[in-house]
């Protein structure tokens, strides 16, 4: 039977309301029922089967099998566009340029569906559907058609009551249908799955730091014409200085071959000098780092249990300086730089006569331990040496076999700078002593020397050569040695060591082997100004005392130090060490300390203001008892001194608080300062010596 068309239209229309419900409607069916009757919808018999079952394919509709619908297609989405551009620049306020972004938004639009749908409870649906004319019972309100579909045509005839109760039990939208059964799941006839993710761009972030600007500052001048003037004829002078530079440099090379060759080992030189600089200020900074306890020792440590010890002090060893190719060879000679306080002058040679051999003079620092700062191999051993107080690269040097040198540390090479020779006067035997001393009347450098064969001579550095001058000669029975060449000569006296006062220019004292001591004038070569008998054995040493120009010291193998008024025969003071003293040296911050060293590896530091009858403090410093101490020198300006022996071996010492103590004011006073207090307080020690005997006469 066909049906009309304006049924099926109706049917076509109720098909579409059943697919917008949703599915939980199913206490509708009084009010679905209703409303078929007012839009007068014609219900069949047969309809039931044909509208709800039946499914509308389009014919252009791809078949596919069972296996392909199951198949699933994976896609894979990547944060990065391939179509997004990334030459994109944009304008930098803060660089004041274009620069090119690096943030490019990956996203990409493939599908935008605006949908209309609307919350059936919502203001917006209840609106519309009053606009429509829709009664408010109706549970869906379809917004994706046109009004006018929404609309049911009225039938042209009537329906009847039994078919309309047909209608009602057997359409599929209707409430009694939908309790019955459920309503059937309408099935993905491609088992599509949409799966998506919205990634999130990373934030941006801006960092930015403010500098301070550089400090700037305004100069300005007025030049005038007498000062370009005066600038052009200054660079016209310095030309002529380079060009009259060239040519004597020019006049000296003749041949091309000679003049580069010298020109390569310049600048080789200069190459290698750059490089040595540096390399021995880092290697300062390793052996700094390595021994930084030492340093800080030096620099900081001061022993606080001085305060406990009645007025003894101690010494703390600090670093030990060591030469592995002068490890044979005895520390013959000590001396620090003036000018460079922590350099200081060793010389290497041997007191034992029967093993003469090589010698050394070699530089030390206290900034490197490891390893020399200067190193002069020489032919015989080094004896003695001094450093030019005001010159500090000038060291004179005497050897074992008479010859006196000079070194000068600026010149490159190993050879001294002038040498003595058997033509030029040099002694016969070792040199024990050298002093510098100041210029002669033409600004000429000279110092002076004492050896065994009796002589002080003074040697003047004049061009390439050095002058001597005998002073005077040592005799034993106090008379000079200068008569004609047929008289008969008296005994000749050996000196062993000599020291220049320090105010009175032309003063000075010579100690003997015969354990005298002479004092000398440089003005009277033929007779000694006086003459102490001094020691038993040979004076090792002899030196004024840095403050007071009356006092000076001597010691000897023979055990003892003695302390002397050049005024006076006899000693002031007397100090018995128990063994053979090497060496001894005033302290150049207190004129009543001094320290000596014995040939039984301690050290005796004494203070007359403090204790005038024992040392403060007496030290072993070496390991070995078998090692001898040979020399003795305090630091010009720091608390240390060091000592040498005979294995090579420098050590340097820090002296505790006790061993350099100044003496206490009352209070309310300050601390009296300068030459005048030390010499004060030597006066007042020889005073109570001299009272007695002033009593007697």
């Known amino acids: 039977m066909p049906v009309p068309n304006n049924v099926a239209a109706s049917m076509r229309k109720g098909s579409t309301v059943q697919k917008g419900t949703l599915p939980g409607a199913k206490s509708t069916k009084a009010a679905s029922k209703k409303k078929d009757e007012e839009e007068g919808v014609d219900t069949g018999d047969g309809l039931d089967e044909w509208s709800g079952k039946a499914l509308i394919k389009p014919a252009e ?17 990547t944060a990065n566009n391939p179509h997004a551009p990334q030459n994109i620049v944009r304008y930098s306020f803060k660089e004041r340029s274009y620069k090119p972004t690096s943030v490019v938004d990956q996203m990409a639009v493939h599908f935008v569906l605006e949908g209309s749908l609307l919350h059936q409870d919502s ?33 042209a005839t009537p329906i009847e009551d039994g078919g309309e109760e047909a209608g009602e039990e057997d359409r599929p939208d209707s409430v009694a249908s939908k309790t019955d059964r459920k309503e059937p799941k309408v099935s993905n006839q491609f088992n599509f799955s949409e799966r998506a993710s919205q990634t999130l761009n990373n934030p941006l972030r801006e960092r930015s730091c403010q500098t301070e600007p550089p400090p700037r500052s305004n100069f300005s001048e007025t030049v005038n014409q007498w000062e370009i003037y005066d600038a052009y004829v200054e660079e016209l002078q310095q030309q002529e200085k380079n060009k009259e530079k060239q040519k004597a440099v020019a006049s000296k090379n003749d041949n091309d071959k000679s003049k580069k060759k010298t020109v390569l080992m310049e600048t080789q030189n ?19 780092n390595t021994f930084d306890d030492i340093a800080q020792d030096f620099k900081y440590f001061e022993d606080a249990s001085d305060e406990f010890r009645d007025q003894e002090g101690t010494l703390l060893p600090l670093w030990k300086f060591q030469y592995d190719k ?44 490891a390893f020399p700062e200067f190193i002069y191999p020489t032919d015989s051993g080094v004896l003695c040496l001094d450093i030019h107080e005001q010159h500090s690269y000038l060291v004179a040097v005497g050897f074992y076999d008479g010859c006196v040198a000079v070194y000068n540390l600026k010149e490159e090479g190993l050879e001294p700078l002038y040498k003595s020779t058997a033509k030029t006067g040099k002694h016969t035997d070792p040199v024990w002593q050298v002093r510098w001393q100041n210029d ?11 050896s065994s064969d009796g002589r002080v001579v003074s040697w003047t550095l004049v061009k390439n050569e050095l002058v001597f001058t005998d002073i005077i000669r040592l005799s034993l029975n106090g008379a000079v040695s200068d008569g004609p060449e047929g008289a ?29 001591i002479h004092k000398c004038s440089k003005t009277y070569s033929s007779q000694f100004l006086e003459t102490y008998d001094a020691h038993s054995m040979a004076v090792d040493a002899v030196k004024w005392n840095h403050f007071h120009p009356k006092v000076f010291i001597s010691c000897s193998s023979d055990w003892t130090v003695k302390i002397w008024d050049h005024a006076i025969n006899t000693p002031m003071f007397t100090f018995d060490l128990n063994a053979a003293v090497g060496d001894v040296a005033w302290s150049p911050y207190s004129s009543t300390v001094f320290a000596a060293v014995t040939t039984d590896g301690k050290v005796h530091v004494f203070d ?19 090692t001898k101490l040979t020399h003795i020198e305090f630091n010009p300006i720091y608390p240390i001194l060091i000592v040498g022996d005979d294995r090579g071996y420098v050590s340097s010492l820090k002296l ?42």
């Open 488 to 516: 008969e000569q008296p005994g000749i006296a050996c000196g062993t060591s000599f020291d220049f006062h320090k105010q009175i220019d032309y003063l000075f004292l010579v100690g003997t082997e015969e354990g005298k």
């Open 61 to 77: 509709q791809l078949e596919l099998t069972e296996a392909e619908l199951k198949e699933e297609t994976t896609r894979i989405l």
């Open 270 to 288: 200069d190459d290698i000098s750059k490089v040595g600089k540096a390399s021995k200020i880092f290697e300062r900074m390793v052996n700094q």
């Open 608 to 626: 007359l203001n403090i204790n005038k009858y024992e040392s403060i403090c007496h030290q072993q410093v070496v390991a070995k008892k078998k």
């Open 656 to 697: 505790s608080p006790n061993l350099r103590k100044k003496p206490k004011c009352k209070k309310g006073q300050e601390q009296p300062k300068g030459s005048e207090v030390e010499i004060a307080k030597m006066e007042k020690l020889l005073s109570l010596l001299r009272e007695p005997e002033q009593s007697t006469v």
């Open 123 to 155: 203001d917006e649906a209840r609106r519309l559907r009053a606009k429509e004319g829709l009664p408010e019972e109706t549970p869906t309100v379809d917004t994706g058609t046109e009004p006018d579909e929404e609309k049911p045509e009225t039938p």
């Open 440 to 450: 002669d009347m033409d600004n000429n450098h000279n110092f002076y020397s004492v």
């Open 326 to 369: 002068a490890k044979r060879l005895s520390v013959t000679a000590l001396c620090w730089n003036k000018k460079y306080q922590d350099l200081f002058a060793v010389g290497m040679g041997s007191y034992d006569f029967s093993k003469q051999g090589r010698g050394m003079l070699v530089y030390y620092s206290l900034k490197n331990s």
